[in-house]
């Protein structure tokens, strides 16, 4: 046997133990967002002591809350990741990082993405289990408290493999259906600007990344994003048609949809626990009507058209009940 030959069949065994362990990792993601997901809905309606993370004395305007379960959950989490995976590192909302950053693989999890909706029992809300390999989101399970199918139920897939539902291979085909607007999501509404958009805001990151994945979401812009919110949702958008941009230092910069796609992090995993992402997700059309409507330009021109429309809908409405009170007059 040439060298040629020897070289081949070693790549082929070794991407074969790869693929291997991304099923065993894939599987366990998915059980961890599954069975977290089933204790989030039964603690739906009571939720426990409920806390606000820039709680104090002197602060009345109270933001980022944070539920019993949510902290619960992470606890669960983590401690099954720990015994399955004693190496591995685990980066949570929840709790801060206190160990050093000297391992390939790191878990990366939401317990409770969308506490605000959750508490409130809004039903737009999920958990994230995500897992980096060198930066790079290579398997992510994203339970969501609705689905496509109108049900609670967990998306899920690794790099080398095809996007599920509930253990069952996905498939949606939104071109097959008469729609000739597109739907995108984003951190708050602005003007569409005639691009034959309409968006969308829920309060739940993980629900607007699986929906982008599954294509019911054509476009989205994720500003300001941390890490436990987009590590497993990026980890699914490597299965689809989508693009994934990040922005670096101003610049947008694509990911690769492969091991190679990678997250710009820092080496300090302290660090890394308060990133801070923007993202752009969809097609060629879709990424570009998304860049250029988060221009300052671009906004600023939006705000004052909504702001004139408000005025000119204000005027004619005065008109309205100025000549609806003259014939009521006669």
Not at 24 to 44: P, R
Not at 74 to 89: A, L
Not at 288 to 308: A, H, Y
């Amino acid at each position: 046997m040439d060298q040629r030959n020897k070289k081949h069949i070693m790549i082929e065994k070794n991407i074969t133990k790869i693929n291997d362990q991304l099923i065993e990792l894939e599987l366990f993601a998915y059980k961890l967002a599954k069975d977290a997901g089933n204790k989030i809905s039964s603690e739906l309606k009571k939720p426990g002591k409920i806390s606000y993370k820039n709680d104090s004395e002197n602060n009345t305007n109270l933001s980022n809350p944070v539920s019993e379960t949510d902290k619960n959950i992470e606890i669960s989490i983590r401690k099954k990741i720990s015994e399955k995976y004693p190496s591995h590192k685990i980066i949570g909302e929840e709790s801060t990082v206190k160990d050093t950053f000297s391992n390939n693989f790191v878990w990366v999890i939401d317990p409770i993405d969308g506490t605000t909706n959750f508490i409130n029992g809004l039903p737009i809300f999920g958990c994230s289990v995500g897992l980096l390999y060198n930066n790079s989101p290579i398997v992510g399970a994203i339970w969501l408290s609705s689905s496509h199918e109108l049900l609670p139920g967990t998306y899920h897939g690794s790099i080398n493999s095809k996007l599920k539902f509930n253990g069952k291979v996905f498939n949606y085909d939104k071109e097959s259906k008469n729609i000739k607007r597109r739907l995108h999501s984003m951190p708050y509404a602005i003007p569409s600007n005639n691009t034959n958009t309409d968006i969308r805001v829920t309060g739940c990151a993980v629900f607007e990344i699986a929906m982008l994945a599954t294509g019911i979401l054509d476009g989205g812009y994720l500003n300001n994003m941390r890490l436990w919110d987009v590590v497993a949702g990026v980890a699914l958008l490597k299965l689809t048609k989508k693009e994934i941009w990040i922005k670096n230092k101003n610049k947008w910069e694509k990911i690769e949809k492969n091991i190679n796609g990678k997250l710009i992090l820092s080496n300090d995993i302290k660090d890394i626990q308060k990133w801070h992402g923007t993202l752009i997700v969809g097609n060629s059309k879709d990424i570009d009507i998304l860049k250029n409507r988060f221009k300052t330009k671009q906004i600023l021109k939006g705000l004052m058209q909504r702001f004139f429309n408000i005025l000119k809908y204000n005027f004619y409405a005065k008109l309205k009940a100025m000549a609806n009170i003259s014939k009521d007059k006669y």
